[in-house]
């Protein structure tokens, strides 16, 4: 079983800073591509940033240049670093990761920004 769990949501100003913190626990041997993901009511789950199978790293366009992801040396903690927050980053940001054949998800953190 793997465990992803977010923390770091939260509500703040249009132009504010969030930091988001995912910690994998459990059998996470051989989990790769860990990322973030967005999703907001009627729409379709998006990316947002993640590691890809080779290290480097994947961004949304409407996020380059404002957010940062980066994880710890043991690969057992992400974050995504959000900076220049729109009222449009507003959104469940769900933590993922992959080992196959498998996708495995966190509950989600509510990012919130206020215009």
């Known amino acids: 079983q793997v465990q992803l769990v977010e923390s770091g949501g939260g509500l703040v100003q249009a132009g504010g800073s969030l930091r988001l913190v995912c910690a994998a626990s459990g059998n996470i041997v051989g989990i790769n591509r860990m990322g973030w993901y967005r999703q907001t009511p009627g729409k379709q789950r998006e990316l947002v940033a993640t590691?890809?199978?080779?290290?480097?790293?994947n961004y949304a366009d409407s996020v380059k240049g404002r957010f940062t992801i980066s994880r710890d040396n043991a690969k057992t903690m992400v974050y995504l670093q959000m900076n220049s927050l729109k009222p449009e980053d507003t959104a469940v940001y769900l933590c993922?990761?992959?080992?196959?054949?498998?996708?495995?998800w966190g509950q989600g953190t509510q990012v919130t920004v206020s215009s």
């Open positions: 590691f890809t199978i080779g290290g480097t790293t």
């Open positions: 993922n990761g992959f080992r196959y054949p498998n996708w495995y």
